[in-house]
């Protein structure tokens, strides 16, 4: 069983652009020497965006909330709707809305430009919105891969039963397999290095053993409700960081069947009292292991390719923009 290293559940809120209220509780620019970029690599930044009343927006069409268009460059972004709506626009012509359980994974790699608003229909009428925005960091031999926009609906993605660890024949929730592998099924979404994205809810009370591969940074982003977790009690807003990982022996070129850490996930009867279902986010990745060079909405691996990708931009010859004047 994987140890929990430390519970961040003090980190404070604030505004992306006019449409996001979130809790940065990954980032890969900040960071102490018990908690960084290295302890949660290959993720490098981590949004939050808890459950936030919007009142209509009578000047949507010419203010609407959100973030105009901006760059990124050298990792995936990756968004995930839990209520409202987001329009995305990208200049490689990646484009559509997202609606509860939607998401949307955007590779930057050499250079993409994007928005991202309210949608026309939420903005009418108003609402609670509420989001996770993931940035996944590509390895050193990805980086200047063209760019590509990969988007799906919740209902084309793999959804399984969870079972009571004390009775089998019990469900107490579901899984939807957002990027990688459970219980042999396999999600849709192609990465560029091993990962998991688990959206887990569980709606009654009991006991699940969730496996991951020991070589596997684990995080876990809980969104609603309160669980146990190891033992320990997680709320909403919490990131759960766990041990670091240890690397498992292959046999064929694959991972060891036995290789595998339990994260044990309880839920109480008084935890059901307060709130009707949990829902939690769990990630795991094989660690890059590979040096960061990041300002702002650029990751690369040296300093030089960073000062690269900002004359690129300046210069009109990246991510099909124009020339910044």
Known sequence: ????????????????????????????????????????????????????????NPDYEERPHGIGLHPHKGFDIVTVIYHGELSHFDTIGGQGTL????????????????????????SRE???????????????????????????????????????NDDITRSL???????????QAQAKIDTFSPINLWDITLDAIGTIELHVPKCHTLLILMQEGEVLVQG?????GTLVQFAAPTCSALIDGAVDPNGYDTVRLS??????????????????????????????PFVMNTRIEL????????????????AIV
């Open 126 to 164: 108003g609402g609670v919105f509420n989001t996770v925005q993931l940035w996944v960091n590509l390895p050193k031999a990805h980086k200047h891969t063209a760019p590509r926009y990969q988007s799906l609906k919740r209902e084309q993605m793999p959804n399984l039963p969870l079972y009571d």
């Open 307 to 322: 000062e690269q990708a900002f004359h690129d931009y300046k210069n009109g010859v990246f991510g099909n923009a124009p």
């Open 173 to 183: 929730g579901t899984v939807t397999l957002i990027a990688g592998e459970c219980a």
């Open 99 to 122: 609606r509860d359980g939607d998401i949307q994974w955007i590779t930057a790699g050499s250079g993409i430009m994007h928005e991202e608003f309210h949608s026309p229909k939420f």
């Open 1 to 56: 069983m994987r140890a929990i290293e430390h519970l961040h559940d003090n980190v404070p809120s604030q505004w992306i652009g006019d449409g996001f209220y979130v809790k940065t509780v990954i980032n890969h620019l900040a960071g102490t020497s018990q908690f960084n970029h290295t302890h949660t690599d290959p993720f490098l930044l981590l949004d939050y965006g808890e459950p936030t009343y919007f009142a209509p």
């Open 232 to 236: 320990a009690r997680a709320r909403a």
């Open 267 to 296: 839920i109480t009867a008084d935890m059901l009292a307060n709130h009707s279902s949990t829902k939690l986010l769990l990630l795991s990745g094989q660690p890059l292991g590979e040096p960061i060079a990041a300002h702002g």
